[in-house]
């Protein structure tokens, strides 16, 4: 276990549904992550947070909404989404230290989504 | 632009035998360099870490090596084993983005 959890692990929804995906970390990280994994294409970033505060957004639609209430926990809410949004979303975190690099990533299992 | 180039999609040897995995980048000063390992239906798993005043690093069975005039890094892993057989991604972090850029990855598989 990488002390990353990430809750449902598989997800189907309509394009009209609203769902959220969750992520725990047990780690003590001062920062999360979101990430967007398609078939045959590279990690895309989508989401930081450093303490609690979001510090990348980088160009992701407004159907994607993520949410960070404490260093711990991390939601991503979804709603209208499109069939081309259908990937696999991974959490991370890491220990930001600073005016020291070292974003060693802790990655959860992902959750596998469908949209129809 | 930026650009971060894997080898290959995939990379077939027999068990025993060192895998080279290779990762090229353009237009980019990274800090550091970092290794993932990607398992099926599984998150990255974080391997090694390479800064940029570094040529090599080592850990067991794993070995990578810097080059930030070829604009290169090379992963390694000697005496493979079926169970080495996973995706492999290398990420940059550009200071001045403050954030990892990843590759496509390369597949090894490690026939026994």
């Known amino acids: 276990e990488t002390g990353v959890t990430q809750t449902p692990r598989h997800l189907v929804m309509g394009m009209t549904n609203k769902k959220s995906l969750k992520c725990e970390q047990h780690l003590g990280h001062n920062a999360m992550y979101w990430y967007k994994q398609s078939a045959k294409k590279p990690l895309e970033l989508m989401f930081v947070y450093n303490f609690k505060e979001q510090t990348e957004n980088n160009s992701v639609p407004s159907r994607f909404s993520p949410e960070c209430p404490n260093s711990s926990h991390l939601f991503l809410h979804l709603h209208t989404l499109q069939p081309e949004d259908s990937a696999l979303y991974l959490c991370?975190?890491?220990?930001?230290?600073?005016?020291?690099?070292?974003?060693?990533?802790?990655f959860g299992s992902g959750t596998q989504l469908s949209v129809l | 632009s930026q650009k971060i180039e894997q080898n290959s999609e995939a990379l077939n040897i027999q068990e025993g035998k060192t895998a080279t995995l290779t990762c090229n980048y353009t237009n980019y000063s990274p800090a550091y360099l970092q290794w993932y390992r990607q398992d099926p239906g599984r998150g990255p798993v974080f391997l090694l870490l390479i800064r940029e005043n570094e040529k090599e690093k080592r850990k067991e069975r794993l070995k990578v090596t810097f080059d930030t005039t070829l604009k290169q890094s090379l992963f390694h892993i000697t005496a493979s084993q079926p169970a080495d057989s996973a995706t492999y991604l290398c990420a940059l972090y550009n200071t001045n983005a403050g954030k990892s850029t990843f590759g496509d990855g390369t597949t090894l598989t490690v026939k026994p």
């Open positions: 991370a975190s890491s220990q930001q230290s600073s005016g020291v690099a070292n974003e060693k990533l802790f």
